[in-house]
Every structure is written in C-alpha cells, then in structure tokens.
C-alpha cells in the first residue's frame, strides 16, 4: 500500500540536513522546569522582553529552541486560511477600536487625543519609522507576552479554569504596567 511522505517543515529539514544534533536534552527539561535554570530564564526574558523591544523575542525564540519547546505551545499555529484570518483580525481590529474610542475611552475620562503620539500627526516620516517600530513591538510583545509567559504560567498554575484566569489577569496586568510607563493611564 502507498504511504504518503509527511510534508516537510523547516524544523525537519534543518534537523535532517544538520549531521550533529546540537541540543542538550538534560538543558532543554532545565529550561523547560521551574529549577533555578528555568526559573532564571523567566525572569530574564520577562525583565528584558518589555524593554528592549526585538531582543525580548529573541530570546522567546532562542529558548524555545533550546528547551524543545514546540512553537505551537507559544502560541505560533498556521491559520487554516490566511485569507479568512487577516479579514477577520481586520474587521475585529477596527470594531474594537471603535468601541473603544467611542464608548470605553469616553467613559474612563481618557483624553481623545493620544498625547504620547500626537506628533505623528501631519508628519509622514515619523508614521513610516513609527509602523516599522509598531510591527516589531507588536511581534515582541505578542511573543513574550501572549505566547511565552502564557506558556510558562499555564504549566506552573497549571490546566484548570482558575488557573487560566489567573494566567490571563497576571499577563494582562504586567502587559497593561508596560504600557503606563509611557503612556499612563490612557495606555493602560
């Protein structure tokens, strides 16, 4: 009987096509535990990550590789449809910004300018250096926030419902902590 090759990703073929296996198995369940390498990892990548914008997913990125960690449990899964999901995020996006410009903010007593970014307005040059800046924050923070510290406190808290909720009000609230520095309470 025909049995169908799997499809090739590129873990597989930089894994076969690598003559030596370079990950550390007993280092990989280090970083993956709650020891003092784990522990150590954490707080370097959550202290690093919000600050420092494109080397906090650096450092995402390079654990994962060293711990084994598949890309899936940080969050990183292949849309059925591309299509179908950029269309979506696109219609979501816009319907939560409305809803939270025309309804939220006015509520909270925000200002409906943003002053932190107020400059952009009328200047070209700074938008296109700010949308650059924007998809690499946006990229690091997904990837810290949403995808490793989701992971790491959904294995240290663990699979239940309070656990969950804990985990999405502790990064939340770090997450909103970030944005105040710069933005006060507007940005929270």
Known sequence: ???RRPRATLATVLHE??????V??????????FG?????????IAAVGPVLEPLGAVLVLAWVSASQTSWREIGFVRPKSWVRTTILGIVFGCALKLILKAIVMPLLGADPINRTYHYLAGNSAAVVVMAFYILVASFNEETVFRGFVFERLGKLLGPNL???IAT???SSAWFAAVHSVEQG???V
């Open 1 to 3: 009987m025909y049995r």
């Open 17 to 22: 096509a690598s003559p030596i296996r370079t």
């Open 24 to 33: 550390d198995e007993p280092l990989a369940r280090r970083l993956r535990g």
């Open 36 to 44: 003092p390498l784990g522990v150590l990892a954490f707080v370097v």
């Open 162 to 164: 309070p656990a969950k």
């Open 168 to 170: 999405v009000l502790v």
């Open 185 to 187: 309470v507007a940005g």
